[in-house]
């Protein structure tokens, strides 16, 4: 028997090479070339259908409003946009026992009381997906099951039983007959995926494909398969915390960067209605070195507590470390809050920190930073009901923050009285019970909290 043909296929871009690489040819990342089994000649499948397509004009296509399916999960429906979309493919990853199967599960229990639901199950047999509706005290009796990996089967199941939302567990799991790889190597992962969107743009029905991710944190598999989709979202959580989230990093159908959040109990995850709760420490009394933050998660305004230590080092190059937030960014601000403010930390070991394990990118973080490294450099306290947002230029510039009246709006709902915010965001009418603090530039901040 002819040896198998081997090729070395890039996870990136997909590209093919007949020997091994330390750089990819086609998109020049580096290590991302793996082995795979070499596909023999295959017949176009798209022939017949050259002869039959037909062009149309844009203006002559009749584009109508879909209603959106609630899945009963008002945190699912929020990161998905208001809900599902017929024909939508939404693709979700996180660490292994997170929690992925058991929110699609909890959410197809809902979805098939409404609308015919179907779970494919690859990993766990049909005996371990019931014991977890019963751990979860699910109504199951609305949900069909099909313990299956062969992709040709599972269409056949899927035409043949017509859901409207079918779940994918997992499509690492999946292969092709029609391919002679091992499930989960980069070409099967890639035609299952083609082969499932085909099928859902097609006839649509919402599948949701349970992705497996890699040490790094990101989707296992080629990157393509995040472009076929029309919903990427990662499932984040530390496994020693009962707070999970889930945030949308591509949305067809709605917003990006949308955040939900859950917390995990033995019936299951639970949405959680004040977010913001989990990120304020609730400190007795004020403390040196902390300053709550607005940002802007999609559509959600959150609360965060900002913690920062400024303590003496003893080492030729202090230390600069961050949790949750921007370390070559902290860097830079330091550097500002010394040439525009007249503080230096260049002695100093300087270490932030943002409450509750939450990621944040957005520069509008900059003023809190900059304020809790202050607090906590003078042994001052910030005012406990103080909330700030703004982004630091270079210059020491303070520069407004999207979506402020929002920010604003949230802080004086959940209680505080004052607000550091950029001039530009300064509101046309004032909101009651809260006292707004303008400012231009970081010397301004720096010399309004000190008066406070």
């Not at 799991?173 to 082969?195: D, F, H, I, K, N």
């Not at 947002?389 to 709902?413: C, M, N």
Request: glycine share 10%.
């Amino acid at each position: 028997m002819a040896k198998a043909k081997s090729v070395y296929t890039c996870t990136e871009c997909g590209g093919n090479t007949s020997k091994w690489q330390g750089q990819c040819p086609s998109c020049g990342v580096w290590n991302t070339l793996v082995e795979t089994v070499a596909e023999g000649p295959t017949r176009n499948r798209f022939s017949s259908l050259a002869k039959t397509s037909s062009r149309l004009k844009l203006s002559d296509v009749s584009a109508k409003n879909a209603p959106r399916i609630d899945t009963g999960i008002p945190e699912f429906d929020r990161v998905l946009g208001g809900g599902l979309v017929a024909g939508q493919v939404v693709l979700i990853g996180g660490d292994p026992g997170v929690g992925k199967s058991t929110l699609l599960l909890q959410a197809l229990a809902q979805l098939g009381q409404k609308v015919p639901a179907l779970y494919v199950s690859g990993e766990e047999s049909a005996e371990q997906v019931a014991l977890r509706a019963q751990r979860l005290s699910l109504d199951s009796s609305s949900i069909e099951l099909l313990a299956e990996i062969q992709l040709e089967r599972i269409l056949a199941a899927l035409d043949e039983a017509k859901p409207d939302v079918a779940v994918i567990d997992s499509i690492q799991t999946l292969y092709s007959e029609g391919l002679s790889s091992a499930p989960g190597s980069v070409a099967q992962v890639r035609e299952c995926v083609a082969q499932l969107t085909r099928f859902a743009k097609e006839r649509g029905t919402v599948v949701i494909l349970v992705g497996h991710v890699t040490k790094e944190g990101a989707l296992a598999g080629p990157r393509v398969v995040e472009h076929i989709v029309d919903t990427v979202l990662y499932f984040e959580g530390d496994t020693h915390s009962s707070h999970r989230l889930v945030r949308a990093f591509k949305n067809r159908f709605g917003a990006v960067n949308e955040l939900g959040v859950f917390a995990m109990t033995d019936r299951g995850l639970r949405g959680v209605a004040n977010p913001s709760a989990l990120f304020l420490s609730g400190h007795a009394a004020d403390v040196s070195g902390a300053c709550i933050l607005v940002t802007q998660e999609g559509t959600r305004p959150l609360l965060v507590e900002i913690q920062a230590l400024v303590d003496s080092s003893h080492a030729p190059n202090p230390r600069r470390l961050t949790v949750g937030l921007e370390q070559n960014r902290l860097a830079m601000l330091l550097a500002v809050l010394h040439r525009h403010a007249g503080i230096a930390c260049y002695d100093q070991d300087v270490f932030v920190n943002a409450v509750g394990g939450v990621r944040i990118s957005e520069p509008a973080a900059d003023l809190a930073v900059l304020l809790a490294i202050v607090s906590s450099l003078t042994d001052r306290a910030l005012p406990g009901k103080l909330a700030v947002f703004g982004e630091v230029g270079l210059a020491g510039e303070i520069r407004p923050a999207p979506r402020g009246q929002e920010r604003l709006r949230e802080a004086a709902k959940l209680g505080f009285t004052q607000a550091i915010i950029p001039t530009a965001n300064r509101p046309k009418q004032p909101i009651e019970g809260l006292e707004i603090i303008a400012v231009d530039r970081v010397s301004d901040a720096v010399s309004r909290c000190r008066s406070l």
